[in-house]
């Protein structure tokens, strides 16, 4: 699946503060069972028995032994038949349904007479079990069928037992309902050629399929498909397979529909099946035998926004083939574009879904981070057809094999598409350091988890996240490093035919890499491959390096947080730990940390201050690196001289590192402030944006103008942001074009120039009144996308009222997209006039079109604003009965994310008796949360802002 958060769902700064005070409650009890749960268990659990050893009784309800979380062994799938009948017919109103039947082919394992599957939702009328098998006409009768919903089983009765070593075909009819939430089969309405439309599509991972068809819905129980749909004859139905006939028949009424069926499917787990009907267009090419279509809306192909995504398909294919040595199994490939997918992709075997925007490239996304976009997400659902499809995981529990494996091979792919692309950087950025930055907050579990808390379908959405799909990338990544690629993709190559159309776990993984190392002598291991690796994936966190370059000493802890760590906490957690390092410029060759603590007698240093030492050099490791005072200081030393003698990765990596070991309390703000000094010579924005989101946050723009840590702040950057902001404004005025190919400008290029025009440069203020003022007189005039909101935002601050009833008006067009309209209504937050922010405010009181979306998405915005908070709590308070009365609770999370925005102690007094007054005691307790946690964020702004004043004011000149 798609990476969340990366071309899945979006969450904006209100929602997301939300979701993480009501996360608040949970973070103790997740942390009890992280340190229960964090380490694999040993030893691994006996595996499941796949010969009967006598007959199983049978009870009321669930048979003896069963598991709520797994169905019991008795019964293996071999082969389904399927037949699913949409009665879906354009024009026609809903209630929408299907109905269909299925024919499963089992082997019995152990003799039982109940027969286990999943299903939920849906209506099984009918069920017959035919066998054993080859006997013709032989069958068990089938005493009763019962649905038991909340474990989400349909369960047999049988009569007579079924015995052991045999076959026998379970047979079921059914019948469900559309489903609207994009999960299992669901209807999707769009319009395309000005016509409203209709689609059918589905999506069964981790645990639909179930939805759709009664089914062994579980990862292990692999089988092949022989499916058929039947439709309306103005549709095309797809699935896994090529369709290999297409025929007539009628119904009851006489009605006429069509009957696709398709080539029977490869081996493959439940929760790839997949299925669309639908009336889209598509254009094709071949590449090496393998047909690839790109589906999309008819006014999409027609216009060629799916061209891209068809030119670095085959290409993408042909390199991951190349890469793994293995071939692609299928003859068709069809990736579909729908329009409100909701997933952002779904690697299904042969029919690839994808939310429509991100495989769709537009002319006018050509100076944007669209193509890189598509370019990533293309390569992480193709590298799933090897890992996950071909090869995959035995549980749910190592997840990680399948989407870390996926997220690490993307960015190969992306970078061999497009390779003006650093591998490197991109690397860092977009998978690294967000993880790192997530696991300093809060480490509530590990990558490879304990299956005895994978309890429910909840449980197993949760597994989706940075942690299986950056963290298991970034310790592929410190694999693939230490063994050389070479190496790595062999064993790859090896764990891949070895489990090919079968599962593995990732004891299997470490045991191919170990074969490979154990059959050459160029790589030395300080352990077995299993102990390293598990030290990584068993256990949750991080750890932290302190090197001392007198001793040459290193010593390793687990990543917390110093500021709040008490008595009684205890880490005694140790990695073994590979360190690439460089001094003076020159590699070095690898050193391993394998205990709490060693001394590298290599690493220590001489009294020349040109003698320094780097540590994870280009991002090998999976750890932050706390530096002794004297090598920060020939670091420092070094950056202000010649910056480009450390590698642009690890510049980067260096100043992360500082600034989230600062957070952690395991170094102080001087020091990471010292390693700015050099900036006016560094020219990587991604690095310049690892400052600034660390000096200069958006959480804090609102607050940082009322201290007097802004105006030195403004001269101290602003004096080394200005030969890189006249580079990139250079581009902007006369040809924002040639910046197409710098993926890093598309990506950061917006919030430096935000930050630019917020600390007062007055070019950049000039420019976005310049550019906002050629929109105005030309509507049909496009702002540079990089800087549109930037450009938006200070050009209704540098107005009047004029140009924020402009960007109101702009907002209220129907042809605004939901991004446009997201920017428009920031920009009328940016208004530098209280009258200008109180008409933004009303302009959601004029008209009940408006839903509390608009309410609290403005309300968010005029809340981070340095003179926004009273004026949005002024509103919010004047107007709450006509609110809440109009909106009712769809107003809660704004009044709640107010307590993030409060400043002084008074402020956070003020809406403590607000909330008393107006919330329910359950919201009360939420709320009161977010409160808590300001009260201590502002203690510790004003002692962090206080600090930085103070070096500022003795390094403003430097």
């Known amino acids: 699946m798609g990476a969340r958060g990366g071309s899945g769902l979006y969450v904006g700064r209100g929602t997301a503060a939300l979701l993480a005070a009501l996360l608040l409650s949970l973070l103790v009890s997740l942390l009890v069972l992280a340190a229960l749960y964090g380490r694999c268990r040993q030893p691994p659990p006996p595996a499941r028995p796949a010969a009967a050893l006598g007959p199983d009784p049978g009870v009321p309800g669930a048979p003896m032994g069963f598991s709520l979380r797994r169905l019991p062994p008795h019964l293996l799938p071999l082969h389904y038949e399927l037949e699913l009948w949409p009665l879906v017919r354009p024009g026609e109103e809903e209630p929408f349904g299907f109905s269909g039947q ?50 989400e089983l349909a369960v047999l009765e049988l009569r007579e037992p079924l015995v052991a070593g045999r076959r026998y075909v379970l047979q079921l009819f059914f019948h469900g309902r559309l489903r609207e939430d ?44 022989d499916i058929r749909i039947i439709h309306d004859p103005s549709y095309v139905a797809l699935s896994n397979m090529p369709a290999i006939d297409v025929s007539e028949m009628k119904d009851e009424n006489g009605s006429l529909w069509s009957v696709t069926t398709f080539n029977t499917s490869l081996k493959m787990s439940t929760y790839l099946t997949a299925f669309v009907v639908c009336d889209l267009a598509y254009v094709n090419r071949t590449e090496r035998g393998n047909e690839i279509r790109i589906w999309a809306r008819k006014e999409a192909v027609k216009n060629g926004y799916v061209d891209y995504a068809l030119n670095i398909t085959g290409p993408i294919f042909s390199f991951l083939e190349d890469l793994l040595n293995i071939s692609y199994p299928l003859t068709k490939t069809d990736l579909i574009a729908l329009p409100y997918f909701g997933e952002g992709a779904m690697e299904n075997w042969g029919l690839l879904i994808f939310e429509e925007e991100t495989l769709l490239y537009l002319p006018s996304d050509k100076v944007s981070d669209r193509k890189t976009a ?35 091979l993307e960015n190969l792919g992306t970078t061999f598409v497009e390779p003006k692309i650093s591998l490197h950087e991109i690397f860092y950025d977009r998978i690294v350091k967000p993880v790192l930055s997530q696991e300093h907050d809060i480490a509530v579990r590990s990558l490879s988890e304990s299956e005895d808390r994978l309890n429910g379908l909840f449980a197993l959405i949760t597994l989706f996240d940075k942690i299986s799909y950056n963290k298991g990338a970034s310790i592929t990544w410190m694999l693939s490093g230490f063994l050389t690629e070479k190496l790595f993709t062999r064993a790859l190559n090896s764990y891949l035919k070895e489990f090919a159309f ?5 004891d299997d993984l470490w045991t191919h890499v170990q074969l490979v190392v154990d059959a050459q002598d160029e790589v030395q291991l300080p352990a077995s491959v299993k102990k390293i690796m598990d030290s990584w994936t068993c256990q949750s966190g991080f750890p932290v390096l302190t090197f001392n370059i007198t001793t040459g000493t290193i010593s390793q802890e687990k990543i917390h947080n110093k500021k709040r760590e008490n008595s009684t906490d205890f880490y005694n957690n140790t990695w073994i730990v590979p360190i690439s390092w460089m001094r003076n410029g020159s590699s070095q060759p690898l050193m391993w940390l394998d205990n709490s603590s060693k001394v590298f007698p290599e690493m220590q240093v001489s009294e020349s201050e040109y003698d320094w030492i780097l540590l994870n050099v280009n991002l090998s490791g999976y750890y932050r690196v706390k530096y002794d005072q004297l090598n920060l200081k020939r670091l420092v030393h070094l950056l202000e001289n010649d910056p480009k003698a450390i590698p642009a990765v690890s510049r980067f990596q260096l100043l992360d590192d500082v600034f989230a070991l600062r957070k952690s309390g395991y170094i102080e703000i001087e020091a990471a402030l010292e390693l700015t000094k050099y900036l006016a010579r560094e020219d990587e924005l991604f690095i310049w944006n690892v400052v600034l989101v660390n000096l200069v946050p958006d959480s804090m723009d609102g607050t940082l103008k009322n201290y007097e840590v802004y105006p030195l702040l403004k001269k101290y950057l602003l004096k080394r942001m200005l030969p890189i902001y006249r580079y990139y404004a250079g581009f902007i005025r006369k040809n924002v074009d040639a910046l197409e190919d710098d993926y890093f400008a598309q990506v950061h290029l917006g919030n430096f120039f935000a930050k630019a025009c917020w600390l007062g440069l007055q070019d950049c203020l000039d420019l976005s009144s310049e550019l906002y003022t050629k929109w105005m007189d030309n509507p049909d005039y496009k702002i540079p996308f990089l800087i549109r909101r930037t450009v938006c935002c200070y050009g209704v601050a540098v107005g009047s009222d004029k140009e924020l009833d402009f960007a109101w008006e702009m907002y209220k067009r129907n042809d605004s997209t939901k991004e446009d309209k997201d920017i428009l209504l920031f920009a009328m937050s940016c208004a530098k006039e209280s009258w200008l922010l109180h008409r933004s405010l009303r302009h959601g009181l004029s008209d009940t079109q408006f839903s509390s979306r ?32 109009r909106y009712g609770k769809g107003l809660l999370n704004i009044i709640q994310l107010m307590g993030k925005f409060v400043n002084t102690d008074v402020q956070i007094q003020e809406l403590q008796v607000f909330y008393n007054n107006t919330l329910e005691e359950d919201e009360r307790e939420t709320a009161t949360l977010l409160l808590e946690s300001a009260k201590t964020e502002n203690m510790e702004r004003k002692e962090f802002l206080t600090r930085v004043a103070d070096w500022l004011e003795k390094n403003i000149d430097d």
């Open 102 to 151: 299925v024919n499963i082919t089992v082997r019995c394992r152990q003799d039982t007479r109940t027969v286990v599957l999943h299903s939920v939702g849906l209506h099984s009328h009918r069920a017959a079990v035919r066998g054993p098998l080859p006997h013709a006409g032989a069958a068990v009768e089938v005493e009763g069928l019962r649905l038991e919903e909340e474990d």
């Open 182 to 225: 994009r999960h299992g089969l669901f209807l999707i309405r769009y319009t395309d050629l000005g016509s409203s439309r209709m689609l059918v599509a589905s999506q069964m991972e981790p645990a639909h399929a179930r939805m759709v068809y009664p089914c062994f819905d579980e990862p292990e129980m692999k089988a092949t498909f």
């Open 374 to 408: 598509i370019a990533l997400i293309v390569s992480h659902e193709l590298a799933h057809q090897w890992f996950g499809n071909l090869v995959t995981m035995t549980w749910w529990n190592e997840l990680w094999l399948k989407e870390g494996l996926a997220s690490y």
């Open 502 to 506: 079968s599962n593995a776990n990732q």
């Open 854 to 885: 608009y309410i609290a998405n403005i309300l968010d915005y005029v809340l981070s604003k340095d003179i926004g908070h009273r004026i949005a709590w002024e509103f919010v308070t004047e107007n709450w009965s006509f609110l809440s009365e």
